[in-house]
């Protein structure tokens, strides 16, 4: 539907301010080496999202992906193997991370790929940044979250607002 491209539209466009304001001298080859990866690796990406999804939330059907392959692929990849990226390069993915589940209407999908990647690792990490996105992404999957309600209905007030917002700036 449109409403959901125009949600998929804002949320990259958000997710590419957050890379921009995000990577920096300590981080820009990580940054261009993983966007090379991504390149060669869309197909695999995909079906690894379709079957994290599948395996998280069994036949319900999966809402658009509003989260960049870059960022789902190197999620997946960081979490399921701490030493893939340095340190700096791991936080910057889970800043990013953490600021698209709270930004999207629908986060389940990349709250699926994070937690399917932790696997039963996530209560032995020590980091402090990383237990956060996790605890934020069982959240997102909640099925009984006492504001999953509220969260909707916050997402649809944005996505009208957003759209609101395009339409004065095209006039």
Known sequence: ??????????CRE??????????GQSTIQEFVQLMKEVKKSRLRTKIM????WSSVCGKITMPPLCT?????????????????Y???FSSLLVRVGMKLLSFQTDPRPLASVIL???GGNGSDRK??????????AKRSLSKDSPNKRCDE????TLLRLRQAITMIKST
């Open 153 to 156: 209905d916050i997402g649809k």
């Open 86 to 88: 340095s340190e700096a």
């Open 14 to 23: 958000y997710e590419v301010s957050l890379w921009v304001d995000a990577v």
């Open 1 to 10: 539907s449109d409403s959901d491209d125009a949600e998929a539209k804002y």
């Open 49 to 52: 999202i379709s079957q994290v």
């Open 68 to 84: 960049s392959f870059a960022l789902l692929s190197s999620i997946s990849h960081s979490l399921a193997d701490t030493q893939s």
């Open 116 to 118: 399917h990647s932790v």
């Open 127 to 136: 980091h402090g940044e990383l237990n956060e996105l996790i605890d934020l």
